[in-house]
């Protein structure tokens, strides 16, 4: 596929970077639910990739967000729509669901510090869902709240635009994801290959064991978290102590690309943190 030329071109069916952003949705209607403390839900509504002035056009009211990325070195601009960011900045701050309704003005500056948290409590939810296609980790450099969207890319440039549906009570809205088109692009390459017939392997479990061998495992050490009212939140700052809810008896749980592997406890061996197995967890 050329993404010099716009070719509005959406995923396939069934195929990975759809998956991705289907389970997205279903990870960000938890996030966000939990962030709130109240119902939200979060459906996958498109993807495609289009010039980025389309994208711009006919716009409604939303606020942006502008993050560098590593280790792509790109950006990423995230637009959130006034009707629905109003509303889970409102119940952040305390307003009961239903009672809130979106003011014709920016946000005020205690508001663009709850934005900040959302922004980063969506982006960290997407970085997940994509670091299977991407074949990798991404993570945010810097994350600029109401830039200019004009000047994130050039007019011509082919960007990828993920779109999803936000409903909280009767406030609903839309947020969006836009990336280079290039970044998805051997995602995109390798759902096509997807579809065609692939011959069959004959070779053996041995084979095929010694084939895995160099793959790489994503191996994350997990203690239980905590909860605090935003609020307290905002207010901390270097050198407070967070209280998690994990006992001290409790062993660490191990998972390997996901799935739970191991328990055991976090020790320290020199300079570093270290994970000491305890057994197999199941």
Not at 84 to 90: E, M
Not at 102 to 120: A, C, G, M
Not at 154 to 178: C, K, N, P, Y
Request: proline share 6%.
């Amino acid at each position: 596929m050329d993404f010099r030329k716009p070719s509005g071109r959406e995923e396939p069916a069934g195929d990975g970077l759809r998956s991705a952003h289907e389970a997205l949705a279903r990870d960000l209607s938890i996030s966000l639910s939990a962030f709130l403390r109240s119902s939200i839900t979060v459906v996958y509504t498109s993807g495609r990739d289009t010039l980025f002035s389309d994208f711009l056009k006919n716009q409604a009211p939303s606020c942006f967000g502008l993050a560098l990325l590593r280790p792509q070195h790109c950006r990423l601009l995230l637009q959130v729509e006034d009707s629905i960011l109003f509303p889970i900045v409102g119940i952040a701050l305390g307003a009961k669901p239903g009672s809130f309704t979106s003011p014709e003005r920016k946000p005020t500056e205690i508001e663009l510090q709850v934005v900040n948290l959302l922004f980063r409590l969506l982006l960290s939810d997407a970085y997940r869902a994509w670091a299977v296609p991407l074949k990798t980790q991404l993570e945010t450099v810097t994350l600029e709240v109401e830039p200019r969207p004009a000047r994130t890319f050039a007019a011509t440039d082919q960007v990828f635009v993920s779109r999803f549906s936000l409903s909280i009570g009767e406030h609903t809205g839309q947020f969006s994801l836009v990336v280079p088109a290039t970044l998805f692009g051997s995602a995109l390459a390798q759902d096509d290959a997807v579809s065609q017939p692939q011959p069959e392997s004959a070779g053996s479990p041995d084979t095929t064991t010694e084939l895995m061998l160099p793959a790489n495992v994503a191996l994350d050490v997990w203690l239980d978290g905590s909860h605090m009212r935003l609020g307290d939140l905002l207010q901390l700052s270097e050198g407070q102590i967070v209280k998690l809810d994990h006992p001290v008896e409790r062993k660490a749980v191990c998972t390997l690309n996901g799935t739970t592997g191991f328990t055991g406890q976090i020790v320290s061996t020199g300079a570093h943190r270290a994970f000491m197995l305890d057994d197999l967890a199941g």
